[in-house]
DNA sequence: CGCAGCCTTGAGATTACTCAATCAATGTGG
DNA sequence: CCACATTGATTGAGTAATCTCAAGGCTGCG
């Protein structure tokens, strides 16, 4: 039996060692983004076709690769098909912003087509590989598959609501709730892909990557992390966290979950 | 002569009187979304009847009026036709966040239709008047004119890329990078729409609700409006503000003009 | 003239930052 | 199998920035 996303998504979760074995090409089976797709509306024939023409090779990459910089010209988008990925945008004063966070099956570069160059580097955080989706196959599911193409506005505004829950977030939050916030909007995220429920997730950034994500250096971070410890709030083991007491951790950090739905009453 | 998007835009910005003067309805003329779309991209006929069928009725509204809170459940999307709005978010602290800040030819509600509930409170800065328009005509434009389809989603992707944007100063910058990409943003976003190029901007904005912008206190505001005008690099007037400085503006928030394009190129 | 809203300024408290040293975990080579 | 190097996490001490609280000033308006 030919691996399916959900397949995928475990296996990046559990298992990021560097050196991915052997998987098929998605060509194998269907493509990332009707996976994707797939798991968000049921789609007609019609639909699958525009959707599979769309197919370009895989790429992989490995942990800490860098696989475009900003200000590179782009023609694609990708999907995520296993592993880690986060986005960045080097300060001048030598910090760093890491603006997203990818895991599979999520799509990368999205904001950019609208732009003629990238505005961030995009970074692997564990080995893994991406599906390149031209920018021009947009076109073609504009064209001729309308629910398609509002689905993906549909994505693009979540990924918005997300932006300005992190805004209101880390211009104002403590330390604690930054961090506090970042595992919430993690855990909320990987359960919807992988179903896991109790609570735990699996966390190869580093502190200072952490610091990166929600604004704060790497000794703050470590400050925060153990603060939450001793409050009884998380548990951290070696690559892991459990969240320990969700209403504290909600509350502190006044965390929506956006990832529960979606609503498509206005699709055509 | 019936007035033109860019005459409502001008009256706005240089007029924000509490009470307007009677204006003639967007009926008589066009639909204020139909204004602001044909500012980017040349219609066709049929493009034009889609949009224009989706004509409803403009609202007015005062100072400090909520327009809509958390939680309401909606139906709509706004044009703004006049005046200035903002979308904020109360922390339960007390504080609050300013999400956006529109002026006339913005879309208003866009990252909520993908979900059931605002997830924000919209608010009159100086008086004005908003255009409704219909969630579900969406579904016509994505059905019937897919150049316009993509057209919202390219709008949609750039609020994002600049919220990214927002999120890196943000969360890591002085209070005087704070201020001063705000202004910038206001007037990369005012220029491309009024047309005056002299670097003076209209700021309705109180300093506590530019303190809730960019998260600081009024008090912090105020410190870092006076430190920018001592430096030489901005100067105020009652509601004005002079870019003195654009070069140093500029390099000490690392501000990017979003607002200068928008490539096409992949649409169908 | 007096009130109200907004802005400014001061002083002390809080919070995160910087710099630096130490500790822990992991991996490598002899 | 163990010394050693490397990377990441922790802890301490002092610094810098913003916040809070509070008082006072300016401006526009009834």
């Given at each position: 039996m030919?691996p399916?996303?959900?397949?995928?998504?475990?296996?990046?979760?559990?298992?990021?060692?560097?050196a991915?074995?052997k998987?098929?090409?998605?060509?194998?089976?269907?493509?990332c983004l009707?996976?994707?797709?797939?798991?968000l509306?049921?789609?007609?024939?019609?639909e699958?076709?525009?959707?599979s023409?769309?197919?370009?090779?895989e790429?992989s990459?490995?942990?800490?690769e860098?696989?475009?910089?900003?200000?590179d010209?782009h023609?694609d988008l990708?999907?995520v098909?296993?592993?880690?990925?986060?986005?960045?945008?080097?300060?001048?004063d030598?910090r760093?912003?890491?603006?997203?966070?990818?895991?599979?099956?999520?799509?990368?570069?999205?904001?950019?087509?609208?732009?003629?160059?990238?505005?961030?580097?995009?970074?692997g955080?564990t080995a893994?590989?991406?599906?390149?989706?031209?920018?021009?196959?947009?076109?073609?599911?504009?064209?001729e598959?309308?629910?398609l193409?509002?689905?993906?506005?549909?994505?693009?505004?979540?990924?918005?609501?997300?932006l300005i829950?992190?805004?209101r977030v880390?211009?104002?939050?403590?330390?604690?709730?930054?961090?506090?916030?970042l595992?919430?909007e993690?855990?909320a995220?990987?359960?919807?892909?992988?179903?896991?429920?109790?609570?735990t997730?699996?966390m190869?950034?580093?502190?200072?990557?952490?610091?990166?994500s929600?604004?704060?250096?790497?000794v703050?971070?470590?400050?925060?992390?153990?603060?939450?410890?001793?409050?009884?709030?998380?548990?951290?083991?070696?690559?892991?966290?459990?969240?320990?007491d969700?209403k504290?951790?909600?509350e502190?950090?006044?965390f929506?979950?956006?990832?529960?739905?979606?609503?498509?009453?206005?699709?055509?």
């Amino acid at each position: 039996m030919s691996p399916t996303l959900s397949d995928f998504e475990a296996r990046a979760t559990r298992d990021p060692a560097p050196a991915p074995a052997k998987r098929p090409s998605v060509a194998d089976n269907q493509s990332c983004l009707v996976a994707k797709v797939s798991q968000l509306i049921d789609m007609s024939d019609l639909e699958l076709s525009a959707l599979s023409q769309l197919q370009t090779e895989e790429r992989s990459f490995a942990r800490d690769e860098v696989l475009f910089s900003v200000g590179d010209h782009h023609q694609d988008l990708y999907i995520v098909q296993e592993g880690w990925l986060f986005n960045a945008i080097d300060a001048p004063d030598g910090r760093r912003q890491i603006v997203n966070i990818y895991h599979p099956g999520d799509i990368i570069g999205f904001p950019d087509i609208a732009l003629s160059t990238r505005t961030t580097d995009l970074v692997g955080v564990t080995a893994g590989s991406i599906c390149p989706f031209p920018k021009s196959g947009l076109g073609t599911i504009f064209r001729e598959a309308p629910r398609l193409a509002a689905l993906l506005l549909s994505i693009a505004l979540r990924e918005e609501t997300v932006l300005i829950d992190r805004l209101r977030v880390f211009s104002r939050s403590s330390a604690q709730a930054r961090v506090a916030y970042l595992f919430l909007e993690l855990n909320a995220r990987l359960r919807c892909t992988t179903g896991s429920d109790d609570n735990t997730l699996y966390m190869p950034l580093n502190q200072h990557e952490i610091g990166d994500s929600v604004g704060l250096t790497n000794v703050s971070v470590s400050r925060a992390v153990t603060a939450l410890e001793e409050r009884g709030l998380i548990a951290t083991a070696s690559r892991e966290v459990r969240l320990l007491d969700m209403k504290a951790l909600i509350e502190m950090c006044d965390f929506e979950d956006r990832y529960a739905q979606v609503v498509t009453d206005w699709f055509p």
